[in-house]
């Protein structure tokens, strides 16, 4: 069965800083592999989808996240951090498309002005 | 469009209770899904529907029940509520290959 590891549950950077936050995904065929972000009280939002073709996938809000087979990862990183970026990041795993998604245990990202 | 719309936003449930929790999308969207949110553990699937009329388990499904009988609904019913099973809970649809659309949540609390 597949699973995803996020390593790090709080991650805090300044204003304009290098945001990366860290996905390990575990699958035993070829995965397809998410970014959601959740703002509090709310629902979530795809960032951005992985599915086959380029591994470096571009999603909304300016992040993006390149998936890396030998390393069974997909980290999610953005080249300047705004305030608005502070939530609660999720990166999940699905083997049959989205419909069978698992989530890792989130991301909190804290943005400092 | 409303998208997947979930009902009750709260509710407050006492142990051995009973109730369905409500999901309806109107996007004519195949594939539907139960998820359930607790601090630290992230988003865990509860059940699955790929159409009417077949669901299937996911990761947590005891103490759970579903039924798809048309395309639109995919209600969550709890027979006997636990203090376990206070949560968070989503519902989401998405269709072959498209992107998952998700509710905005049901905040359940058993006491």
């Known amino acids: 069965a597949q699973s995803v590891t996020q390593l790090g549950s709080h991650v805090s950077v300044s204003e304009g800083a290098l945001v990366l936050l860290r996905c390990n995904y575990s699958?035993?065929?070829?995965?397809?592999l998410f970014w959601y972000v959740q703002y509090p009280n709310q629902g979530l939002q795809l960032l951005l989808k992985?599915?086959?073709?380029?591994?470096l996938v571009k999603g909304i809000n300016g992040f993006e996240a390149e998936f890396k087979k030998s390393e069974t990862s997909f980290h999610l990183t953005k080249p300047s951090a705004h305030m608005s970026d502070a939530a609660e990041y999720f990166c999940a795993v699905s083997e049959y498309n989205n419909n069978d998604m698992r989530f890792g245990a989130g991301t909190r990202l804290t943005v400092k002005p | 469009n409303a998208g997947v719309t979930q009902t009750p936003k709260f509710q407050v449930l006492k142990t051995g209770q009973s109730m369905t929790l409500q999901c309806a999308q109107d996007m004519n969207h195949e594939y539907m899904s139960w998820y359930r949110q607790d601090p630290g553990m992230g988003l865990r699937l509860i059940h699955y529907?790929?159409?009417?009329?077949?669901?299937d388990q996911g990761e947590v499904p005891n103490g759970y029940n579903v039924s798809r009988s048309t395309t639109e609904d995919f209600p969550l019913r709890l027979l006997s509520a636990a203090p376990s099973q206070t949560s968070v809970y989503f519902c989401?649809?998405?269709?072959?290959?498209?992107?998952?659309?998700f509710g905005q949540g049901t905040r359940l609390t058993v006491v």
């Open positions: 699958s035993s065929v070829p995965p397809y």
């Open positions: 529907s790929v159409g009417a009329g077949i669901t």
């Open positions: 992985y599915t086959t073709g380029a591994t």
């Open positions: 989401a649809s998405s269709s072959e290959g498209g992107r998952a659309f």
